[in-house]
């Protein structure tokens, strides 16, 4: 009996000293910092690993216990298949001082892009994250690495609310101008907005709205489905690019219990048009020195937009070249449009023949109703060399010496345009005289010839040769009275008839003489 007894006492020992105490080991948890997203949303969840391991009943101490209750190179992967999402980031790695382990009681974050069915219905979801980890445990003092997996459960709400997308984009502005920027957005989720008001933001300077300050428009009761537009004000740099810029937009609204809730940011792609240009063409000129001539020249708005009000310039930094009108209206040119114009130019008597620069431009009215000027249109035009206004001629240049008598002379007009009103006047100096110096022609067009008659006289004592006699004319062109040059034509002076014998002077002469002499004699002899 007693020897049972003692066998039953040593079974019982030996059983008792087999009984090991639990080995301590990481105990991971999850949960979603954030938990409640909306249908269609694109967020990032942060998913909080905890590390709360149980050591009460453990016979680890020190380092042994250390090792065995922290998670080592941690990685953590987000599941998409129980719930409406579509998780767009990989297996993540935990760190901490750039170290893969969770110790006890410490607890790390990570993230994971998510993007929410649209049509998601609102409740709540469980989403599995799966984590893998490599623990110690000792056994007699000799340490064995573990690598364990698990799956833990994070709860995500997916909640009714209203929502927002950009769903379009224009502006009217150019490089280099200004213009209104409007952004149409649509209330994608599943519960009206009231009180809404759409702040737009700028990114960068090149293409700013508000002057470069957010500009807050106000919306109102905004229903599911519906779109807004606003329009904000805009300007584009000089030095833009006609290319996309981004903008920001944020509605803030009233919620169902009347609180103020902001939705995300909302990005938006605006391209401003490009710089508004025109083009010249056709440039031709009838310049000459001296005289009125014609610039004429094709402009073409090449866009990208109509202009209205238009009016093409015309200017010139030479004093010898002067627009006769420095402005031509056009009035409203739709883009790839082209319209003609054509300047009245003066050139002075003293400009040089050659090239000359003239510069034309466009001033016009933009989409927004300002007053906008284009870049300087550079035209090249010929300057010829001064002519002669008239061409004069003589048609029978004769006088004989100690007569008077009406001389024709040949006129014409070696202009390029029609005169009118031509007063021409003759000068002579002795022996040569003028009796009727004056002759009128009405109208005269360009290449055309006509005669004038002038009353002359050339005197007694006139030698038989070529004499000068001058003209000048007044007369009145392109709306304005000139005065030309003088012309200087040649007048023979031929002998008068019966020429053959001694001049009239020699016979008086000698007739007094034979009269005095006669009467001395007759005087004598009484």
């Known amino acids: 009996m007693k020897r049972a007894l003692l066998v039953c006492l040593l079974v019982g020992v030996v059983a008792a000293s087999g009984i090991a105490a639990a080995a301590p080991a990481p105990n991971l948890t999850a949960a979603l910092a954030d938990d409640t997203v909306a249908p269609g949303q694109e967020t990032d969840l942060t998913v909080v690993v905890s590390n709360a391991p149980d050591v009460s009943a453990s016979g680890y101490t020190g380092a042994e216990l250390s090792q065995a209750t ?26 901490a001082n750039g170290q893969s382990q969770l110790a006890e009681g410490a607890a790390l974050p990570t993230s994971f892009r998510v993007a929410v069915d649209r049509n998601a219905e609102p409740g709540t979801y469980t989403v599995p994250v799966e984590v893998t980890y490599i623990y110690s445990v000792y056994d007699g ?113 009233a919620n169902e219990n009347g609180n103020t809730e902001r939705s995300d940011s909302l990005l938006a792609a605006v391209q401003p048009l490009p710089e508004q240009t025109f083009e010249l063409d056709d440039v031709s000129s009838t310049l000459r020195a001296g005289e009125e001539g014609t610039l004429n020249a094709t402009v073409t708005n090449t866009g990208p937009t109509a202009v209205s009000n238009a009016v093409v310039t015309l200017s010139s930094t030479s004093a010898n070249v002067v627009p006769g009108r420095s402005e031509y209206a056009v009035g409203s040119v739709a883009a790839g449009e082209s ?37 300087d249109l550079p035209a090249t035009v010929d300057i ?34 029609a005169v009118t009103n031509v ?14 110096d004056q002759a009128f022609v009405s109208h005269l067009e360009a290449g055309e010839t006509t005669n004038v008659t002038f009353s002359l006289s050339a005197s007694g004592s006139a030698l038989e040769k ?61």
């Not at 003092?141 to 709860?155: H, I, P």
């Not at 004069?392 to 240049?397: F, L, N, Q, R, W």
């Not at 031929?494 to 007739?511: C, H, K, M, N, Q």
């Open 339 to 375: 319209v003609g114009v054509s300047f009245p130019v003066d050139v002075t008597d003293s400009a040089e023949a050659g090239p000359r620069q003239l510069d034309l431009g466009v001033r016009y009215k933009n989409d927004a109703g300002d007053t906008r000027q284009s870049d």
């Open 70 to 95: 922290t998670a080592r190179n941690v990685r953590v992967t987000m599941e998409d298949d129980s719930a409406p999402i579509d998780v767009k980031t990989g297996t993540q790695v935990l760190r």
């Open 384 to 417: 010829a060399p001064e002519r002669d206004r008239f061409v004069v001629e003589p048609v029978d240049g004769t006088l004989a010496a100690g007569s008077g008598e009406t001389v024709t002379f040949r006129l014409t007009n070696n202009g390029d345009t």
């Open 141 to 253: 003092g000799v340490r064995d690495d573990k690598t364990v997996t698990e799956s833990l459960d994070v709860t995500l709400e997916v909640k009714d609310e209203p929502r927002f997308e950009v769903v379009d984009t224009s502006t009217n502005a150019s490089v280099g101008d200004t213009g209104t920027t409007r952004l149409t957005l649509q209330n994608v989720g599943s519960e009206p907005a009231e009180d809404a008001r759409v702040t737009v933001s700028p990114q960068g300077s090149q293409f700013v709205v508000g002057g470069g300050n957010p500009v807050t428009a106000y919306v109102g009761s905004w229903a599911v489905d519906q779109n807004r537009t606003v329009s904000v004000s805009s300007s584009v740099a000089a030095d833009a690019d006609a290319r996309n810029y981004t903008l920001d937009a944020q509605v803030t609204y």
């Open 423 to 436: 007063d021409a006047k003759v000068y002579a100096d002795d022996p040569i005289s003028t009796g009727d």
């Open 466 to 526: 070529t004499y000068p006699v001058s003209m000048d004319f007044q007369y009145d062109t392109g709306g304005e009275t000139k005065l030309s040059n003088y012309y200087q034509v040649p007048l023979s002076v031929t002998a008068p008839e019966g020429g053959s014998g001694p001049p009239i002077a020699l016979i008086g002469g000698v007739v007094l003489i034979v009269v005095v002499a006669g009467g001395y004699l007759y005087y004598r002899r009484q």
